[in-house]
T-cell receptor, first 116, second 111 residues
Framework: GAVVSQHPSRVICKSGTSVKIECRSLDFQATTMFWYRQFPKQSLMLMATSNEGSKATYEQGVEKDKFLINHASLTLSTLTVTSAHPEDSSFYIC????????????FGDGTRLSIL | GQQLNQSPQSMFIQEGEDVSMNCTSSSIFNTWLWYKQDPGEGPVLLIALYKAGELTSNGRLTAQFGITRKDSFLNISASIPSDVGIYFCAVPQGGSEKLVFGKGTKLTVNP
């Protein structure tokens, strides 16, 4: 089946640090990937849609300069949280579309980001 | 934006019992997805539904796509401890491939 790998699984760093999270589709090509954020005891909230070879599209209220997304190949999208602060601490999850770009989305295992 | 009403919010059951949860919306959808999320992990797809009225099983799990296309339910039969987790329904948002998630049903199974 479709496997999505996310790395790292956990990051703890100081305030002001920039953090990069990778999302890879291991056995399929994904022209579209998605980045979600999940706060404790809440559902997944879509942050942005990552499109291979073009700019990401961001959901309302998500700062594009804060959350930089790069989708340089058909198997890799990266999310960089720039100058992270404690309020950016959260669980970040990526997903990818296989099946010719139609549902369902397949999810990575998430990255727990903790900013001190 | 489109919202899904997922219920119940949480369930506490005994091992061996059957479980039912559902999602409803005021909007019509052409796809309903059910995911399970274990603590500290990403959601895992359980069942995908693509046709109104469709009833699909995956082991002890059964899900149905409501005939009105505004709801779906997920049943788990003969629950076991490893069924513990949070179950989410999800639908593609407004003609795109972006997903909207329900708020989840947290399932606890007592041995």
């Amino acid at each position: 089946g479709a496997v999505v790998s996310q790395h790292p699984s956990r990051v703890i760093c100081k305030s002001g640090t920039s953090v990069k999270i990778e999302c890879r589709s291991l056995d399929f090509q994904a022209t579209t990937m998605f980045w979600y954020r999940q706060f404790p005891k809440q559902s997944l909230m879509l942050m942005a849609t990552s499109n291979e070879g073009s700019k990401a599209t961001y959901e309302q209220g998500v700062e594009k300069d804060k959350f930089l997304i790069n989708h340089a190949s058909l198997t890799l999208s990266t999310l960089t949280v720039t100058s992270a602060h404690p309020e950016d601490s959260s669980f970040y999850i990526c997903s990818a579309l296989d099946n010719g770009g139609t549902q369902p989305q397949h999810f990575g295992d998430g990255t727990r980001l903790s900013i001190l | 934006g489109q919202q899904l009403n997922q219920s119940p919010q949480s369930m506490f059951i005994q091992e061996g019992e059957d479980v039912s949860m559902n999602c409803t919306s005021s909007s019509i959808f052409n796809t309903w997805l059910w995911y399970k999320q274990d603590p500290g992990e990403g959601p895992v797809l359980l069942i995908a539904l693509y046709k109104a009225g469709e009833l699909t099983s995956n082991g002890r799990l059964t899900a149905q796509f409501g005939i009105t296309r505004k709801d779906s339910f997920l049943n788990i039969s003969a629950s076991i401890p490893s069924d513990v987790g949070i179950y989410f329904c999800a639908v593609p948002q407004g003609g795109s491939e972006k997903l909207v998630f329900g708020k989840g049903t947290k399932l606890t199974v007592n041995p």
